[in-house]
């Protein structure tokens, strides 16, 4: 063959392979088109379980004024309980999105996980559900990871737990197709970064680049020659190698910082104020502007005190309100995000209408939240973003809008809605956007 | 009459002197030749017991498992955090190890002992080999780092 017809059919042939359709896992031809509404979503699980009474309606007063508009006072026992706060960082949040006043969580048990797996899944569960198990359908994190394109990787989506029990295992779920190779990161900041978990992984051993090299290369070779049956990358999600070694620099940074006593009262309160819902939202927005994924969702529990005293829940309201204000402002000035993220704010269960026998030191009843009582179904839920996509300074009041709506909303927002291979029972929340 | 003689002979010699026999009971150590027969993957609390008392020879305490574990299910990348625990666990003070010096004079001695160590099996020669070479070229390697190279690979999370 000449030269000149060598090159010719070269080129020919690689103009043709670029050409070509290109058949993807899911079965489709080329890539999703992708319609997005913006990069990021943060989804904020304001949870603990929290009755639009002393929420949206303000029985109690204003109790989240970094989230709604209005000056109420507060009730006399329940002011003289509480902590003093300065006022949030940024105006009340509902001026930059949709507040809807009359939210639901309207089947399966009202309890905390059943809150956060529906939440979480977008389908409701039942009595069937179990608290050590995983989620049995997809969770919004696999939803986005399998169907996004092109494929996302793990530091894109991030879960940010209040705890390092239970809640845990909502990063990924047991479905057939899905699974860890499609599962969030997931952080329990609270419990990691604490002094215990300093002394136990604040000091590792470090190497340099070049013994690093070396090590690498030796276990290489021993995993070469080694011929044993199963994995021990089965248990969990994993990162390739590159995106380890990131986050293990963000964890020294954490670890350095906490040690250095940076992490004590970052947020300049007064002493004692700080609690673990608003610690939970300061390492969520670490994450964030570490790695500025495209997917994360950090949940609040401190209301769940109501059980046993419901003045410590009024007070913890205001803090994760302030918390959540924080964290608006947080990703307004982190650049990548700013203006480019939607922020869904919303609690995975309410409380019951009518108190325990459990009195605070106001004489005030603990509330529970119970499966056949109405007011636990009812929530409030926030949309958030930029102007052009977020409707600015609305309220819906009329029933409108479930926790199964949350996933579809968000994979509408983040353009995978369309290549979902499940059918999804909720709605996208059209009310919220332009 | 010849033949009940023989038979009473034999029977009086059979049951005149009994050999006492003296039962020994001990461990020796018993070192598996080829990695392929770990077949069993450690669970993560075993793994974390195991790799404690390869480094102090000692159990870990209550204390500390339970904050080990309380990181452990903090963090979703459970290879990640293993190794985590590994590189935290061999800057203890307390734990077992040989000098740096030891390591360089000589290496087969520091090979062979870190196998059986770790992986409970002699090194093989081309094992013997390679490890002796990387310690040669490689001054600034510690015997921790070797521990870790070990502690880090496939067969060490089996048995």
């Keep these: 063959m000449k030269r000149r017809d060598f090159i010719r059919n070269t080129a020919l042939t690689a103009a043709g392979v670029l050409g070509m359709p290109y058949i993807l896992p899911t079965?489709?031809?080329?890539?999703?088109?992708?319609?997005?509404?913006?990069?990021?979503?943060?989804?904020?699980?304001?949870?603990?379980?929290?009755r639009n009474l002393e929420s949206v309606q303000k029985a109690e007063g204003n109790l989240m004024r970094g989230l709604l508009n209005g000056n109420e006072s507060i009730t006399p026992d329940i002011a003289n309980s509480i902590a003093n706060l300065p006022a949030p960082v940024n105006a009340a949040l509902q001026g930059s999105g949709t507040l809807f006043k009359q939210f639901r969580y309207l089947n399966g048990p009202s309890g905390h996980y059943n809150g956060h797996t529906t939440a979480l899944t977008g389908r409701y569960t039942d009595n069937s559900l179990s608290l050590l198990e995983r989620p049995p359908f997809p969770t919004l994190f696999?939803?986005?990871?399998?169907?996004?394109?092109?494929?996302?990787?793990?530091?894109?989506?991030?879960?940010?737990?209040?705890?390092?029990?239970?809640y845990p295992i909502l990063n990924y779920s047991t479905y057939p197709g899905y699974g860890p190779l499609y599962g969030a990161n997931q952080l329990s900041p609270t419990s990691f970064f604490s002094g215990p978990g300093y002394q136990a992984f604040g000091n590792p051993l470090q190497h340099n680049a070049a013994t690093q090299l070396e090590l690498e290369k030796m276990k290489t070779f021993l995993n070469g020659g080694f011929k044993g049956s199963g994995s021990a990358s089965?248990?969990?999600?994993?990162?390739?190698?590159?995106?380890?070694?990131?986050?293990?620099?963000?964890?020294?940074?954490?670890?350095?910082?906490?040690?250095?006593?940076?992490?004590?009262?970052?947020?300049?309160?007064?002493?004692?104020?700080?609690?673990?819902?608003?610690?939970?939202?300061?390492?969520?927005?670490?994450?964030?502007?570490?790695?500025?994924?495209?997917?994360?969702?950090?949940?609040?529990?401190?209301?769940?005190?109501?059980?046993?005293?419901?003045?410590?829940?009024?007070?913890?309201?205001?803090?994760?309100?302030?918390?959540?204000?924080?964290?608006?402002?947080?990703?307004?000035?982190?650049?990548?995000?700013?203006?480019?993220?939607?922020?869904?704010?919303?609690?995975?269960?309410?409380?019951?209408?009518?108190?325990?026998?459990?009195?605070?030191?106001?004489?005030r009843g603990g509330l529970d939240h119970t499966t056949?009582?109405?007011?636990?179904?009812?929530?409030?839920?926030?949309?958030?973003?930029?102007?052009?996509?977020?409707?600015?300074?609305?309220?819906?009041?009329?029933?409108?809008?479930?926790?199964?709506?949350?996933?579809?909303?968000?994979?509408?927002?983040?353009?995978?809605?369309?290549?979902l291979e499940v059918t999804l029972p909720g709605q996208f929340l059209q009310e919220a956007f332009v | 009459m010849k033949t009940l003689l023989s038979t009473f002979i034999l029977l009086l010699l059979l049951s005149s002197c009994k050999k006492e026999i003296e039962n020994v009971y001990a461990i020796d150590p018993v070192y598996v030749s080829q990695s392929g027969q770990k077949n069993n993957l450690k669970s993560d609390l075993q793994f974390v017991s195991i790799?404690?008392?390869?480094?102090?020879?000692?159990?870990?305490?209550?204390?500390?498992?339970?904050?080990?574990?309380?990181?452990?299910?903090?963090?979703?990348?459970?290879?990640?955090?293993?190794?985590?625990?590994?590189?935290?666990?061999?800057?203890?003070?307390?734990?077992?190890?040989?000098?740096?010096?030891?390591?360089?004079?000589?290496?087969?001695?520091?090979?062979?002992?870190?196998?059986?160590?770790?992986?409970?099996?002699?090194?093989?020669?081309?094992?013997?080999?390679?490890?002796?070479?990387?310690?040669?070229?490689?001054?600034?390697?510690?015997?921790?780092?070797?521990?870790?190279?070990?502690?880090?690979?496939?067969?060490?999370?089996?048995?």
């Design chain 1, 27 to 50: 079965g489709r031809l080329f890539a999703a088109s992708g319609a997005r509404m913006v990069n990021h979503v943060v989804f904020c699980l304001f949870a603990g379980g929290i």
């Design chain 1, 142 to 166: 696999e939803l986005y990871r399998k169907h996004s394109t092109p494929d996302k990787s793990a530091l894109n989506a991030w879960w940010i737990s209040h705890t390092n029990e239970l």
């Design chain 1, 234 to 363: 089965g248990s969990g999600i994993s990162n390739p190698a590159e995106d380890q070694v990131k986050i293990m620099a963000f964890m020294d940074k954490m670890f350095q910082e906490l040690a250095a006593g940076q992490h004590t009262n970052p947020w300049g309160l007064a002493p004692g104020v700080m609690n673990g819902d608003m610690r939970n939202v300061f390492y969520a927005e670490k994450v964030m502007q570490e790695f500025k994924p495209e997917l994360m969702v950090v949940n609040m529990f401190g209301v769940d005190v109501c059980h046993n005293n419901f003045t410590n829940y009024c007070d913890n309201l205001r803090r994760a309100d302030w918390a959540v204000n924080h964290l608006w402002n947080t990703i307004q000035n982190t650049p990548g995000m700013a203006n480019d993220t939607v922020l869904i704010i919303a609690p995975e269960i309410g409380r019951n209408g009518t108190a325990n026998s459990i009195k605070d030191q106001n004489g």
């Design chain 1, 372 to 419: 056949d009582d109405a007011m636990s179904r009812e929530l409030f839920g926030m949309v958030l973003g930029p102007s052009g996509v977020v409707q600015q300074n609305k309220v819906v009041n009329t029933v409108y809008g479930e926790s199964i709506d949350i996933v579809p909303t968000i994979a509408k927002v983040l353009g995978f809605d369309t290549e």
């Design chain 2, 51 to 159: 790799a404690y008392s390869d480094l102090f020879g000692q159990q870990i305490s209550v204390q500390e498992l339970n904050a080990l574990l309380a990181g452990y299910n903090s963090v979703g990348d459970k290879a990640l955090v293993i190794d985590l625990i590994i590189r935290n666990l061999l800057v203890k003070p307390g734990i077992i190890k040989s000098t740096q010096q030891d390591m360089q004079n000589d290496p087969d001695a520091f090979i062979d002992a870190t196998f059986e160590r770790f992986f409970v099996r002699e090194a093989n020669e081309m094992e013997r080999w390679y490890f002796g070479n990387s310690i040669k070229a490689n001054s600034q390697l510690l015997p921790e780092d070797i521990y870790y190279a070990l502690m880090s690979a496939e067969e060490y999370r089996h048995y």
